[in-house]
């Protein structure tokens, strides 16, 4: 079924009545308002996409999809709050949820077992990430620049004492204008300890913390404009590219050790870095 640009759809009805329907377009269902819950249970359901639905509120609260391949919510402004994941969804690689007003995401987005890519961008009203996110299989890439109060959750989904597993996965992590604390970043990169790809610039963090040391397959690490930034400890060995432009409150003794790494560890970045020491000191 596809309703792309609809503009006198403003709500979904109760559609359990079609089992088999496979595919449900809505993008650009500017007057839409509402999916009825019965969506969430479509078991045959592979593609589901509102992107643009700049009205849309209320969806299923829960998802029992475990044939999903596409789902986007992105562009949605006013949708605040995120389904409850029943069963395992293999399928589903990407998830976009762009520009969206939700507030948090399930600890059972866990179930997400295929999910490779989620973008979380200028998710504004986003305060934090469950630690079930460290869980998924497969996990590469976490879009979430803008998300202004970002953060992972440690609790466990019973409430019980905190645990933190660290994913084994290769990730790539775009995590710039998060508001992110020297303390989120412990969490973070505690979690994601085999990131390669680390763009934390434009945060309020103070000291780069170091467990950063811990990420041994770190190549490229952003900072630029993290101006609160006073203290690099280390930096990790395998480092091929740092950006830490206009950091104004880094202080000559971190300047001197983050020269005197990157000159051990790794002589080509030494020209690029000699320029933001000219800045820094």
């Known amino acids: 079924?596809?309703?792309?640009d609809c503009e006198f759809l403003s709500e979904v009805p109760d559609i359990s009545g079609i089992p088999d329907?496979?595919?449900?377009?809505?993008?650009?269902?500017?007057?839409?308002?509402?999916?009825?819950?019965?969506?969430?249970?479509?078991?045959?359901?592979?593609?589901?996409?509102?992107?643009?639905?700049?009205s849309l509120k209320i969806i299923p609260s829960a998802f029992k999809l475990a044939s999903l391949r596409e789902l986007s919510f992105s562009e949605c402004l006013?949708?605040?709050?995120?389904?409850?994941?029943?069963?395992?969804?293999?399928?589903?690689?990407?998830?976009?949820?762009?520009?969206?007003?939700?507030?948090?995401l399930p600890f059972s987005?866990?179930?997400?077992?295929?999910?490779?890519?989620?973008?979380?961008?200028?998710?504004?009203?986003?305060?934090?990430?469950?630690?079930s996110i460290f869980a998924l299989p497969r996990l590469q890439e976490i879009q979430a620049d803008?998300?202004?109060?970002?953060?992972?959750s440690i609790e466990?989904?019973?409430?019980?004492?905190?645990?933190?597993?660290?994913?084994?996965?290769?990730?790539?992590?775009?995590l710039s204008s998060c508001n992110l604390t020297t303390e989120h970043l412990v969490i973070c990169l505690s979690g994601f300890a085999n990131v390669v790809y680390l763009d934390i610039s434009y945060n309020s963090f103070t000291v780069l913390p170091a467990c950063i040391k811990e990420c041994i397959n770190l190549k490229t690490l952003l900072l630029s404009n993290c101006n609160q930034l006073q203290d690099i400890l280390v930096i990790p060995s395998k480092l091929e590219d740092i950006d830490a432009l206009n950091c104004t409150s880094l202080t000559s003794q971190s300047s001197s050790v983050l020269l005197s790494?990157?000159?051990f560890f790794n002589a080509s970045c030494l020209s690029f870095l000699l320029l933001i020491n000219l800045f820094i000191l």
């Open 1 to 4: 079924m596809d309703f792309t």
């Open 21 to 54: 329907l496979r595919i449900l377009y809505l993008d650009n269902c500017i007057n839409l308002i509402k999916i009825h819950d019965s969506v969430g249970f479509l078991g045959n359901l592979e593609e589901l996409t509102t992107i643009g639905c700049t």
């Open 78 to 104: 006013r949708l605040v709050r995120f389904p409850e994941i029943l069963c395992e969804i293999e399928n589903l690689k990407y998830l976009n949820l762009w520009q969206t007003a939700i507030e948090e």
């Open 109 to 131: 987005i866990g179930n997400l077992r295929g999910l490779e890519s989620l973008n979380l961008m200028e998710c504004a009203r986003l305060d934090k990430l469950p630690s």
């Open 146 to 152: 803008s998300c202004r109060g970002f953060d992972i």
């Open 156 to 174: 466990c989904e019973d409430h019980g004492q905190p645990r933190l597993s660290a994913s084994p996965n290769i990730v790539h992590l775009y």
């Open 261 to 263: 790494q990157v000159i």
